[in-house]
């Protein structure tokens, strides 16, 4: 395959993984449920606006805390060990598509 098609072909990834980011962005902000990305090891990564109205936090006050700060205390160690479970197993024990848990 030549430079110039590679650089095409990159460049078209590029733009379409830009307009996806662009598309999940709008979604977010404009959702009324909270929306809240955490990495492996259950750190806040990203919290839309309505994560802010809902817990009352700051984007600054959450991202890089555990999730687990939005938790009330006797939820918090069921949450590490379900996130543990899945990590070692690949298998979660709840469905994720609709919980709905209590929060702080």
């Known amino acids: ?13 590029e733009a379409a993984l830009r307009e996806s ?3 999940y962005r709008a979604m977010a902000e404009a ?13 806040i990564l990203i919290v839309n606006p309505a994560a802010e109205s ?4 700051s984007t600054e006050e959450m991202i ?3 999730l687990t700060m939005l938790m009330p205390e006797y939820l918090r160690h ?5 996130i543990k479970h899945y990590l070692e197993t ?5 469905e994720w ?8």
Not at 78 to 82: M, N
Not at 90 to 94: A, D, E, L, Q, V
Not at 97 to 104: E, K, M, R, T
């Open 1 to 13: 395959m030549s430079d110039s098609r590679k650089s095409i072909e990159t460049q078209r990834a």
């Open 21 to 23: 980011e662009d598309h």
């Open 31 to 43: 959702a009324t449920d909270a929306i809240i990305t955490i990495d492996s090891d259950s750190t």
């Open 54 to 57: 809902i817990f009352g936090y």
């Open 64 to 66: 890089g805390q555990p």
């Open 78 to 82: 069921l949450h590490k060990a379900g």
């Open 90 to 94: 690949g298998r979660k024990h709840i």
């Open 97 to 104: 598509s609709a919980v709905q848990l209590p929060g702080l």
